[in-house]
């Protein structure tokens, strides 16, 4: 039985808790203390994804101090890398962590966006909880490769380098860290967003929806689709990756991009993936909080329909050529459009000859009226827009 084994505080990542029972137990070798935590069984901890180890250390304490659904739960980023995984699989892993075996996830990205391995902390919360507890101790949400703040205080996380296979033969106790002042880094407009989303992926208790994917419609709505016009849109790997590289920069395009293909984007929106990383980048790149993406459907906007739409309300005739090109599209592309939502053709089918000339006078003030007026209209050619409001006019007075 192990005595004085410590009761993990809110939110500590399970290793740190042995890192204190380490300090409690007064050992100098590690080698005594893992004996002693294993009853000598070879068994490795400090992982991004538990094993057999909590199970282990559980059956060597008093029945009733811990459970392990507790432990998984609440002390270890398991619900975070099993947030995707369909029901089944979800199961199958924390039946196998229950009984002490491993979970049979091995492709988990470890590194931090600089390629580093480490472990991170905040140094406001190694202040608070050194108030509070009398002691500092490493949290498990801190310890998501790519979280950059702190959930609670917005501050850059401080990572101390570090290989977790390392961990499972030496105890760091965040004691043992001196801690540094707060980095004043400059934040990137993601930063904050992306913790959040990627907190409420441990934290809260969401699963994919069923039937639908919101990250689908959102990136359609964005405009991430491919420009082809077919009846079901398909998303395009190159603008999202574009955009990624924009939005996160190198190190992390590197890493969760770079290699993305139109495979993997259909795993991703019919919910197959099961690594949380890339759902995550991508929903916070198109401006989606976690309540949307596990929330009910939103209705997908074709952003090409709804440019179609505001030109076709505007009233203006633009010729077929005109009218494409004001939409970013090829001539082609706009009968495929309007086709596909069945809206009749408002603009002018047939190059027709016009060779008549009406020669119109006006003030400054007059032709600023009518320039701006254009303008407000879509800014199409000024000529163009006059003789649509002369020609709707006498088309009118004679109906
Ligand atoms: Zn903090």
């Given at each position: 039985?192990?005595?004085?084994?410590?009761?993990?505080?809110?939110?500590?990542?399970?290793?740190?808790?042995?890192?204190?029972?380490?300090?409690?137990?007064?050992?100098?070798?590690?080698?005594?203390?893992?004996?002693?935590?294993?009853?000598?069984?070879?068994?490795?901890?400090?992982r991004l994804i538990p094993g057999g180890d909590c199970a282990a250390i559980l059956s060597n304490l008093p029945p009733g101090v811990l459970s392990i659904d507790d432990v998984l739960q609440n002390h270890t980023l398991l619900p975070y890398y099993t947030r995707f995984f369909l029901t089944d699989k979800k199961r199958q892993v924390w039946e196998a962590l229950r009984v002490g075996r491993g979970s049979g996830i091995t492709s988990v990205r470890t590194q931090m966006p600089d390629g580093t391995e480490g472990l991170k902390y905040c140094p406001t919360c190694y202040l608070l909880d050194t108030e509070k507890y009398g002691e500092p101790f490493w949290h498990r949400v801190h310890?998501?490769?790519l979280i950059p703040l702190c959930p609670m205080h917005r501050t850059p996380l401080i990572a101390v380098p570090i290989k977790f296979a390392r961990l499972s033969e030496v105890f760091l106790p965040?004691?043992?860290?001196?801690?540094?002042?707060?980095?004043?880094?400059?934040?990137?407009?993601?930063?904050?967003?992306?913790?959040?989303?990627?907190?409420?992926?441990?934290?809260?208790?969401?699963?994919?929806?069923?039937?639908?994917?919101?990250?689908?419609?959102?990136?359609?709505?964005?405009?991430?689709?491919?420009?082809k016009i077919s009846k079901y849109q398909t998303l395009?790997?190159?603008?999202?990756?574009?955009?990624?590289?924009?939005?996160?920069?190198?190190?992390?395009y590197e890493q969760y991009f770079a290699s993305l293909s139109s495979a993997v984007l259909s795993r991703l929106i019919s919910w197959h993936l099961s690594s949380p990383e890339?759902?995550?980048?991508?929903?916070?790149?198109?401006?989606?909080?976690?309540?949307?993406?596990?929330?009910?459907?939103?209705?997908p906007i074709d952003p090409l329909l709804e440019k179609l739409l505001s030109y076709k309300k505007?009233?203006?005739?633009?010729?077929?050529t005109d009218l494409a090109a004001k939409m970013g599209i090829q001539p082609g592309q706009l009968d495929s459009l309007a086709q596909k939502y069945n809206i009749q053709p408002f603009w002018r089918q047939i190059q027709q000859e016009r060779n008549r000339c009406i020669r119109l006078l006006l003030t400054a003030e007059e032709y600023a009226t009518v320039w701006e007026s254009n303008k407000n209209s879509g800014g199409g050619q000024l000529a163009v827009f006059a003789r649509s409001i002369v020609l709707n006019f006498c088309q009118k007075k004679e109906g």
């Amino acid at each position: 039985m192990l005595t004085y084994f410590p009761t993990p505080y809110p939110g500590e990542w399970w290793y740190s808790v042995l890192c204190r029972y380490h300090i409690r137990s007064g050992y100098n070798k590690y080698a005594t203390t893992i004996n002693e935590l294993y009853s000598g069984r070879k068994m490795v901890h400090g992982r991004l994804i538990p094993g057999g180890d909590c199970a282990a250390i559980l059956s060597n304490l008093p029945p009733g101090v811990l459970s392990i659904d507790d432990v998984l739960q609440n002390h270890t980023l398991l619900p975070y890398y099993t947030r995707f995984f369909l029901t089944d699989k979800k199961r199958q892993v924390w039946e196998a962590l229950r009984v002490g075996r491993g979970s049979g996830i091995t492709s988990v990205r470890t590194q931090m966006p600089d390629g580093t391995e480490g472990l991170k902390y905040c140094p406001t919360c190694y202040l608070l909880d050194t108030e509070k507890y009398g002691e500092p101790f490493w949290h498990r949400v801190h310890q998501i490769p790519l979280i950059p703040l702190c959930p609670m205080h917005r501050t850059p996380l401080i990572a101390v380098p570090i290989k977790f296979a390392r961990l499972s033969e030496v105890f760091l106790p965040l004691t043992s860290i001196h801690c540094q002042k707060s980095i004043s880094r400059e934040k990137a407009p993601w930063m904050e967003s992306l913790t959040d989303m990627l907190t409420a992926l441990l934290c809260r208790d969401y699963a994919p929806t069923v039937g639908y994917n919101n990250l689908h419609a959102a990136l359609i709505n964005a405009g991430y689709g491919v420009d082809k016009i077919s009846k079901y849109q398909t998303l395009s790997v190159e603008k999202i990756q574009e955009a990624a590289r924009a939005y996160y920069g190198n190190q992390i395009y590197e890493q969760y991009f770079a290699s993305l293909s139109s495979a993997v984007l259909s795993r991703l929106i019919s919910w197959h993936l099961s690594s949380p990383e890339r759902y995550a980048l991508i929903a916070v790149m198109v401006g989606m909080d976690s309540e949307t993406l596990f929330g009910p459907a939103i209705e997908p906007i074709d952003p090409l329909l709804e440019k179609l739409l505001s030109y076709k309300k505007a009233g203006v005739i633009y010729g077929k050529t005109d009218l494409a090109a004001k939409m970013g599209i090829q001539p082609g592309q706009l009968d495929s459009l309007a086709q596909k939502y069945n809206i009749q053709p408002f603009w002018r089918q047939i190059q027709q000859e016009r060779n008549r000339c009406i020669r119109l006078l006006l003030t400054a003030e007059e032709y600023a009226t009518v320039w701006e007026s254009n303008k407000n209209s879509g800014g199409g050619q000024l000529a163009v827009f006059a003789r649509s409001i002369v020609l709707n006019f006498c088309q009118k007075k004679e109906g």
